[in-house]
């Protein structure tokens, strides 16, 4: 399973949570604690679909390119993702077997209706209702991996 897509809403809704501030990819890297690298390949892919621009230089960074609430998850998928969430295996089935000769037609109906209910629901859901589900959860304690209670920081 690829976690591009939760890649990018993460990022996005840090974005947002920035408002008009650019961020750079290493800033964006810390928060989901992954190389800078993978966040500049899918902000090069947010870019690509007009969520986010990007400016180079000393004072430059990424920000959205619109407001949360017009960016849909949806979108957000579409933009990282290659293809639905379902998808066939990459190699055919045996042709010999009864049920490798028929399952992918069968499979290919079951993901379509699958792969139409997800993007439905992604299609409800903005970066602006992720960012205030996730401004809902600052403050509350969380537990870390050394099993101090924490706050979660209001800031960034």
Same mark, same amino acid.
């Not at 008009?20 to 989901?32: G, H, R, T, W, Y």
């Not at 986010?52 to 430059?60: E, L």
């Given at each position: !399973?690829?976690?591009?897509?939760?890649?990018?809403v993460?990022?996005?809704?840090? !974005?947002?949570?920035?408002?008009?501030?650019?961020? =750079?990819?290493?800033?964006?890297?810390?928060?989901? =604690?992954?190389?800078?690298?993978?966040i500049?390949?899918? @902000?090069?892919?947010?870019?690509?679909?007009g @969520?986010?621009?990007?400016?180079?230089?000393?004072? %430059?960074?990424s920000? @959205?390119?619109?407001?949360?609430?017009?960016?849909?998850?949806?979108?957000?998928?579409?933009?990282?993702?290659?293809? %639905? #969430?379902?998808?066939?295996?990459?190699?055919? +089935?045996?042709r010999?077997? +009864?049920?490798?000769?028929?399952?992918?037609? #069968?499979?290919d109906?079951?993901?379509?209706?699958?792969? =139409?209910?997800v993007?439905?629901? @992604?299609?409800?859901?903005?970066? =602006?209702?992720?960012?205030?589900?996730?401004?809902?959860?600052? %403050?509350?304690?969380?537990k870390?991996?050394?099993?101090?209670?924490k706050?979660?920081?209001?800031?960034l």
């Open positions: !399973m690829s976690s591009r897509f939760a890649v990018a993460h990022t996005l809704t840090l !974005m947002a949570w920035a408002g008009d501030e650019p961020l =750079k990819s290493e800033q964006i890297a810390a928060s989901v =604690k992954t190389n800078p690298v993978v500049r390949r899918i @902000l090069c892919a947010l870019a690509q679909a @969520l986010v621009t990007s400016q180079t230089g000393a004072t %430059g960074g920000r @959205l390119a619109c407001k949360p609430a017009r960016i849909t998850l949806l979108a957000v998928h579409r933009a990282v993702e290659e293809k %639905g #969430v379902f998808a066939l295996h990459r190699r055919p +089935p045996s010999q077997c +009864p049920v490798g000769v028929n399952i992918e037609s #069968v499979l109906d079951i993901f379509e209706h699958g792969n =139409k209910a993007e439905h629901v @992604l299609s409800k859901i903005t970066i =602006k209702n992720v960012l205030q589900n996730t401004r809902s959860c600052v %403050g509350t304690a969380k870390s991996s050394d099993g101090e209670i706050r979660l920081p209001t800031n």
